[in-house]
């Protein structure tokens, strides 16, 4: 092995191996990701209810952070709209949006958020996410969606509106409708018009003129930086933010943030976990789920617990740097990526030339129109209403596309909050239900082979005083209590059963409410004369069934295969068994 | 058919078969539990904070709508230990306990409990209760035992306490100390020592000299009717409740309930439908393992479905007359069923007997000490606490004790219902985390036979190029990444296959998260050459799979088993599989 190899194990192994032959993609991605991306940080970040300058401090520290850390070549961490949303949404019942005490909360919700993705990692609890089905994040999404649309609403009409509530906004909306200021209007429905156009019209266009689909599509993903100069401009050249009262995002403080080095008190602590779990999880599984899709176009591989690690990182640095949780964004990487980023040395390219923004040309951003950044806010995130996902559950699963459409409708109309939750209750509550109502079925042996199928649907053997029962489910809390009154059913009918033979090749656990239901059936049908018996136990359910008092009481009888047990009537007058 | 079974067919099926015979037990155990149970009803009820005549009202109409409608022949409905902490800890924090408010509170809890229970019958929502483990049901109980009995502690010693919660019963207790009633402390101790002698030593030495194990345990649990007459007796001869201060029931009113026709407010719905719902599925539970357990001593069956009806008949019946929810109890069915009870002709028995009590004899009540009635619940309470549960779970499954612990500790600790939601989202979070960590084999066939099994436990023969999976779990939200992740690192762990084939024998569900990963799955493998296949997937799956995109893709690739899948070495040159 060479000396570097060693002598700089620490640093990251793109960076040790890194080949000459990445430089350009790298640097002009990182560039390029650095100019596009700040309209977005910056609306995004208003729309947390945070200062501009905010925004751009996530997309420094938080950026160097993921990109030293994180397993993703391509991943762009930064301000995101969802995680924007469920800040403000968090944070607004506790302060004043603007307020010092906002942002400070802000910021310690990134340190929160921050500690729970490493404490994750540590502890492997990155299943957690696993809580958060494809149904949930599709409805969640879509609800969040629609829920920060409408918040921009009132920046397009040029109006104040509360945010407390979807009823709320829209009532304030529909208040402040003749309020409304017609600049505002003109300058945000023109940038929505010309980004549709782009999205829809350009990108086609110059596919068909003969430009390569990755150059198109990052041409028509420079259309929301050309709306920002165009309003920006438009406003500067008129000073229409005082003689038509247009909102603009007005002075950002020049300079690179101050260390933040506050910890959030107990109390906090006890108001913010829950938020920032919630933002933890929706941001782990946006971002692996980003990462990879970008990762497998290129053959390449994304280690999820690094990918804890690598977010982790990146919101301490955004706390510790005065900004609030970030997350790997899906345009923003989607941008890097087709901008030719071989590596994570684009990120940190970014990061510098952010250095470089946030020092010398705040004053540029000064006339930025916040309708025209709504407009930008508006477009984007209406791709993310999912339709397809809705119409492909309805069709495949019911109790699925029942949890999309409860997470979405109680997103927008519960909170955020609440409506993911709702959701995750949901899908657990159509977990258990349907295991709750196993399939099972009476099975015998078709004729001349070791094969056994279902009674009621093939022509088979069976044996007389021998009732085989295949139970395709695992047992657990939620069917133990079904199972065994499917039992008891089948007993009562036929009074003739001696053996009661449970086939268990499709029980991959027995959990100890199971354990439970079975000890008390063996006893209960060994009073009345009946012999319970298993066959086809797998290996790790065998072990733990072994040493507990029903795998003591059933020695002899757990059978390797239905076809052992069928042949075993012998074992009937085992000498054990007349006295258990 | 003769005509009286059509004439009355709305009668309850015992009721229209009634057999003179049953008639001497059925009026026996009416009578011996109206008798045996007073002393119960009335410290059930002030626990839950409730004026004393309630308990009486409670064995009234609720236990006569539940013979009529119930399943159970020898379960006894009226109000109960953990009904009445739940009812307690629920109202306590929305009004004081016993203005006419927290009565009101008491009497809608109830009919929004009894609704409850005939909505989950109407919808078969009854699997709702089986969200409650075992060790979630053995904790709550354990824990719940121990909340009641420090909350008796105060009727003990003759002092006042507050029961918001443990620590401050706990304080108050040790503030209070020093004004504590010698006279009630002798009369609660006494009265504890004189039950747990008759059961621990009354109960055997009747065995000794010969009395039937029945009438042994039936003369035991006439300990508490005992200790109230001379309780009762002490404090009337030397006018106690005067001269020493002793607290006693005073005086309840005389006659029949008035019929309460008062329903809750919207707000007051919102308050109260949670805690009605924990105790409608603890009630459920709870009665239906009580009717279960005696009816298996006597070859019956139970009807759940007829329970949520019954239990919803009698809490509807005990808020229309003025009292508060009401379940089966274990004690009061056990001297029911040991006094010789046949049908629930016992229970009307009990009911009308209890109308002559409430007529005539309430002035009895007056001089019966509180110190008594804390005794006679204490000493009851002690038997649920159940760490046999705990030893089992603990030597079985860890995450199984973990969660019991947490309910137990969450329920002292945290209050009555954050323990059962703590216990029910520690059983979930540890089915979730089980279902995510999928056991998984890569098989091969044994020599000479058609059964294939684990490469790594037993000597197989593999084809070249085809990698077989056999996955021992349902595919669902909780695994889909995990096998995901699985799958790629097989994949780059080998270039040289060509072939997946996922054996779906334990394969009991794919939900439209897993469905989803499989779809892009197919795509992404397809795209470098290799080609997806699943064997051995169940009917019901199949039938679901079929109709999908990826079922379509699949055509072709479904094989009936693992075997066919190995001999289908032509298939690789199937044309269609060339242009996906």
């Known amino acids: 092995m060479p000396p570097t190899a060693t002598r700089f194990a620490w640093l990251p192994h793109w960076l040790r191996h890194y080949q000459r032959a990445w430089l350009g993609g790298d640097v002009s991605a990182g560039l390029i990701v650095a100019v596009l991306v700040i309209p977005q940080s910056l609306a995004y970040t208003l729309l947390a209810g945070l200062p501009a300058e905010m925004g751009l401090y996530a997309s420094i520290l938080p950026v160097v952070a993921y990109a030293l850390v994180g397993s993703s070549m391509t991943l762009a961490v930064g301000p995101v709209a969802i995680a924007a949303l469920m800040t403000a949404s968090a944070l607004q019942p506790l302060a004043i949006a603007g307020t010092t005490e906002y942002v400070q909360l802000a910021m310690h919700l990134a340190l929160i958020s921050g500690l729970m993705f490493l404490a994750f990692g540590a502890l492997r609890l990155g299943f957690l996410a696993y809580f958060l089905s494809r149904p949930v994040i599709s409805g969640f999404v879509s609800g969040s969606a629609v829920m920060i649309a409408l918040g921009q609403l009132k920046h397009i009409l040029g109006v104040e509106a509360p945010s407390s509530s979807s009823a709320a906004t829209l009532q304030g909306l529909w208040r402040a409708l003749p309020q409304s200021n017609p600049t505002a209007i003109a300058l945000g429905l023109g940038s929505m018009v010309a980004l549709l156009l782009a999205r829809r019209i350009l990108a086609p266009a110059l596919l068909r003129v003969g430009v390569g689909a990755q150059a198109a599509d990052l041409l028509a993903r420079m ?151 709504a407009a930008g806010i508006i477009v984007a995130v209406f791709s993310l209403v999912d339709m397809a996902t809705l119409q492909a559950s309805w069709a495949y699963d019911r109790a699925d596309a029942l949890s999309l459409l409860a997470t979405a409708v109680g997103v927008i109309v519960l909170g955020v909050e609440t409506g993911i939750v709702l959701g995750v209750a949901m899908s657990l509550a159509a977990l258990v239900w349907r295991s709750s109502h196993p399939h099972m079925a009476v099975v015998g042996r078709v004729p001349g082979t070791e094969h056994f199928r279902n009674v009621e649907r093939h022509a088979v053997e069976t044996v007389p005083g021998l009732l085989a029962l295949r139970v395709d489910e695992s047992l657990f809390f939620a069917n133990a209590t079904a199972l065994e009154e499917h039992i008891e059913t089948l007993m009562q009918a036929d009074a003739s059963i001696r053996r009661l033979l449970l086939v268990c090749s499709a029980v991959n656990q027995i959990d100890a409410t199971a354990l439970g239901m079975l000890t008390e059936l063996e006893q209960s049908l060994s009073q009345r004369g009946i012999r319970l018996e298993l066959a086809e136990v797998k290996g790790p359910v065998m072990d733990r069934l072994q040493p507990t008092t029903l795998g003591q009481r059933l020695q002899g009888r757990l059978f390797r295969s239905v076809h052992d047990a069928f042949v075993a009537t012998d074992r009937q007058t085992d000498p054990h068994w007349q006295s258990p």
């Open 223 to 373: 259309a929301p930086i050309a709306t920002v100069i165009v309003g920006t401009g438009l406003v500067a050249w008129g000073q229409w933010d005082v003689t038509r009262q247009v909102a603009v995002v007005g002075s950002v403080p020049a300079g690179l943030p101050a260390w933040n080095l506050s910890l959030p008190g107990l109390s906090e602590l006890g108001q913010l976990w829950l938020p920032a779990l919630l933002i933890s999880l929706v941001g782990f599984v946006g971002s692996v789920s980003v990462a990879q899709s970008f990762a497998m176009q290129r053959q390449q591989r994304i280690a999820p617990d690094r990918e804890l690690w690598g977010m982790g990182a990146a919101n301490i640095a955004s706390a510790l740097t005065g900004s609030y949780p970030v997350h790997g964004g899906l345009s923003r990487s989607a941008i890097n990526f087709a901008a030719g980023a071989q590596t994570p040395l684009a990120s940190l390219i970014t990061a510098a030339f952010m250095v470089v923004i946030i020092s010398l040309f705040t004053p540029l951003f000064y006339y930025l129109p916040l309708a025209v950044l």
